[in-house]
């Protein structure tokens, strides 16, 4: 591998980066509220799991009241 000189090296960066598309405002929000979504319906999934586990950790070994 050859080696670049630093101005070179900034260059080709500045290069790249002026590549780089950056989401609009629409697509941010949409994208926001797709995560904060699926957040909820992981914690409801794994609250239900979560119950179900400990009614049959109750059922079988008579623990935990």
Do not use: H, N, Y
Not at 31 to 60: P, Y
Request: charged share 15%; proline share 3%; glycine share 8%.
């Amino acid at each position: 591998m050859s080696k670049t000189s630093p101005v070179q090296f900034f260059r080709e960066v500045r290069q790249e980066a002026s590549k780089v598309t950056w989401p609009s405002r629409k697509e941010t929000g949409i994208s926001t509220a797709m995560v904060f979504v699926f957040v909820i319906l992981s914690a409801i999934f794994f609250l239900i799991i979560d119950q179900v586990l400990q009614f049959g950790v109750k059922l079988i070994f008579g623990l935990g009241g």
